[in-house]
Nanobody, 125 residues
Framework: QVQLVESGGGLVQAGGSLRLSCAAS????????MGWFRQAPGKEREFVGT????????DYADSVKGRFTISRDNAKNSAYLEMNSLKPEDTAVYYC??????????????????WGQGTQVTVSS
């Protein structure tokens, strides 16, 4: 059974930083592209960023570019989202997701076949 478990969310002041982790099990992690998405109350789920199966390619939403960094450690079956210079508008539930290695750079939720349960990030002003 595939499991993606996010951790590291919490409450932080504007300008602060958080590092989210996504621990994967039940799949060959190194063959999946990993994505991060977020969903704020009353809004649709939106793309945050993605990293290719090898870690060689990353892509980010314009709203987080330069502030967020995605990385992965295939030996640990884990992906990470480093978030700096956080803003109140970054407040959302953050999800990690896994997509087939053929969908490098995908920003489309429908191309991600496995999802975590999410972790809450709240940025206070």
């Amino acid at each position: 059974q595939v499991q993606l478990v996010e951790s590291g969310g919490g409450l932080v002041q504007a300008g602060g930083s958080l590092r989210l982790s996504c621990a994967a099990s039940g799949l060959t992690f190194s063959t999946y592209n990993m994505g991060w998405f977020r969903q704020a109350p009353g809004k649709e789920r939106e793309f945050v960023g993605t990293i290719s199966w090898s870690g060689g390619t990353t892509d980010y939403a314009d709203s987080v570019k330069g502030r967020f960094t995605i990385s992965r450690d295939n030996a640990k079956n884990s992906a990470y989202l480093e978030m700096n210079s956080l803003k109140p508008e970054d407040t959302a539930v953050y999800y990690c997701a896994a997509a087939s290695k053929y969908y490098i750079g995908s920003q489309l939720p429908r191309q991600y076949v496995h999802w975590g349960q999410g972790t809450q990030v709240t940025v206070s002003s």
